[in-house]
């Protein structure tokens, strides 16, 4: 088993110099990382072929299988990403604020980036080109651990990056991905005292298992158990128009519609409703009274309520008024995107009010939950936690701040 | 022992009411609470005599007693404390900043507060007043937990400030005084899953306790083992003068300073400024070639080096370069307040772009790291930490950020 400690050792030296670099020379390197893909795009797909062939012998599924596939759209698609973070702005060296104390000594806080960053992810090989251009453009160091089914393909595009980086100017070994595929070198990696902060990018089980082991902060990023509230007074229309969208327009991201609450007033329009989604290719399950309403609808199990589906699959839930729907979203929900479709003015304002979530919309889609939707431009993820981040984390939240204090020989009375 | 889970649910219960509440109502309860502690002083130095008479049998040192007392200024500016805390600037509600997407739906980021915070503190028994009235202003619930020396003071205090807020509207429940005064009631404290943050007060025994076991997060304060360096062209006058006010004018805080670092060619001034602490009754520990230069300097030992005194000691170390000074600061500081005197800009700029830590000075005393120096008013601490706050913590840091998003029918495209 590798000892990470040199590692985060290295990567901790280099990335005090990165911490200092001008935003050009950060820039440049990420131009140069985008090209470098380009040009030895067929190096990342034969890599990505053994991942194929490998997670194949192993029986993944079709669907894990294409989440681990690269294709020249995909690795373009890198590419302008990297292109798209060098164009973002710099968010170090910042002032958030400044004033000057009585005394006259003059106070400023200051965006400085936040050290080494440690990153945990699962199958997505493009992570690592995600990881690694929001990490350098926001002045940090980056540890990544990829899956093991795209082993190869994660080395071979940090390799590729890496190299192009350091030609650039970049510190050598402030990018470090992490070797080895077992559990042990994640355990290691979340209780490493070089990092500042760990975030892991994945399933549930991951999140779970990070946030309950590290001794590192822990970014929590991504569950999604995400409810649609139907009101008794919205639109019908609207409301099927919205499900339908939270539901089937990218069912495996976070933000997608998980869970329909509606109210019981307005239960008239749940076969349409179910009818629509059934079309959809959506599997629809629901509470008993939904079932006796809908006979084509699949009871619901305990489970199912707590449930993030990341699949063609959504539950629905009769409620008897606005209040057991909010705290029946407080209770089940992850805090992630929380929406209620309604034509009352006191409705919103209750809703959004008491409902506890990053995001709490009325009258739209809950796919809004977006770095890019925000013009915040790329993100690391979602944060559902409510220290240091919430919602969308963009390179401001990959930031600490510090506080310069400039006198001429003040002391305190 | 007593089962937290309840208490912790009954609190949580009621913040998510306190989080809605109006800020006239908070203030108007801060203001009663206030009154109260003035009323029935003669209660709470009651209560304070059992503590210290306790704590005399269990013989506890002068300085510890000293720490414990309640005397009718310390509870007249436990009174005051909550008052300026009613003046501050209620930050929930706050719209942090706001936009419209281009397809219409209206966003804003706007403040609310954390949810229930445990407070785990040591000695002072003002600490439980300044902690209610800090979580009750920003709209937090809070549980408490002090040292057991100062059981009956904290108990006093806490049931009288309820009273008080509850007779004013605050809902009942929000502030819960933890009883018991054994460790396993801590441990159960940071590992309630009611919490949205811990912040430990106290001593580097409690927090490195506490970070080390907490699964809640956690709001590391305080421990400052504060640096400054004299470069090789600082005012020796001045440099002696804050040196003088950082060490002295009051040793038991953590904004002090407890070492010294001076560049080889300004050693010159090194006994001057020694004979000037000792006069005020510090006492010098130093490298050894500081004990050559200066004999009456005590050797100091490797565990000086990263060791806060909180007490009239201060040791000096001789190095050969700002450099040199820099990684020492970085190595063994605790990332609170460090300070540069020099008459060079270089050295200035080189020295606050590469200390890390919360507060960089040049040419001025630490002492100023503070929340009333910053103009915030009222703080719960200095943050050692990067996430989430870093630097005084004041009310806007005990909130989060929710955003709201309101459309008419929006969906993604």
């Known amino acids: 088993m590798h000892n990470l400690d040199t590692l985060g050792q290295t990567a901790l030296t280099a990335c005090q110099e990165l911490a200092l670099l001008p935003t050009q020379t950060k820039n440049q390197a990420l131009r140069a990382m985008a090209l470098a893909l380009r040009e030895r795009k067929q190096d990342l797909l034969s890599a990505n072929t053994l ?5 194949r012998e192993m029986g993944l599924t079709e669907s894990l299988l294409d989440r681990l596939k690269l294709n020249p759209h995909r690795v373009e698609a890198m590419a302008t990403g990297l292109e798209e973070i060098a164009r973002l702005p710099d968010p170090v060296g910042t002032v958030v604020r400044g004033w000057r104390h009585d005394n006259g000594i003059e106070i400023r806080q200051v965006r400085v980036p936040l050290g080494l960053i440690g990153v945990i992810y699962e199958a997505r090989p493009n992570v690592t080109a ?31 990056l890496q190299q192009a980086a350091y030609a650039q100017g970049i510190p050598t070994g402030c990018i470090q991905q992490v070797p080895g595929t077992d559990r042990a070198i994640v355990e290691q ?7 500042a902060l760990v975030i892991p990018r994945g399933g549930a089980g991951l999140i779970k298992f990070v946030t309950e082991n590290s001794t590192v902060p822990v970014l929590e990023t991504g569950v999604g158990n995400c409810h649609i509230y139907i009101a008794a007074s919205a639109d019908p229309d609207q409301a099927q128009k919205i499900v339908l969208n939270a ?21 008239a329009q749940l076969p349409a409703l179910v009818q629509v989604l059934q079309q959809s290719g959506v599997q629809v399950r629901g509470c008993e009274r939904t079932v006796a309403l809908v006979p084509s609808v699949i009871p619901a199990t305990a ?38 479709l309604t034509g009352s003015y006191g409705e919103a304002q209750l809703f959004t009010q008491r409902v506890d979530a990053a995001c709490v919309y009325v009258n ?3 796919r809004f939950t977006d770095g890019f939707e925000f013009g915040f431009g790329a993100e690391i993820g979602i944060s559902t936690q409510k220290l240091h981040a919430r919602g969308p984390v963009g390179l401001p939240e990959l930031t600490t701040t510090k506080y310069i204090l400039q006198g001429n020989g003040q002391i305190r009375p």
Chains 1, 2 share one sequence.
């Open 364 to 366: 739209a889609s809950t």
């Open 247 to 267: 539901k089937v327009q990218r069912p495996s991201v976070c933000n997608a519609c998980e869970k329909v609450l509606i109210h019981q007033s307005a239960v």
């Open 51 to 55: 991942d194929l062939e490998t997670g």
């Open 303 to 340: 489970a199912d309520w707590d449930t993030e589906y990341l699949d063609l699959i959504l539950a629905i839930k009769i409620v008897d008024s606005t209040p057991v729907a909010i705290d029946w979203i407080n209770r089940y929900g992850t805090q992630h995107s929380e929406a209620i």
């Open 189 to 195: 990696l979340i209780t490493l005292r070089h990092l």
């Open 130 to 160: 995600d990881a690694i251009g929001l990490c350098l453009k926001s002045g940090n160091g980056v540890m990544l651990k990829g899956g093991k089914e795209a082993e190869h393909s994660n080395q071979a595009i940090s390799q590729l």
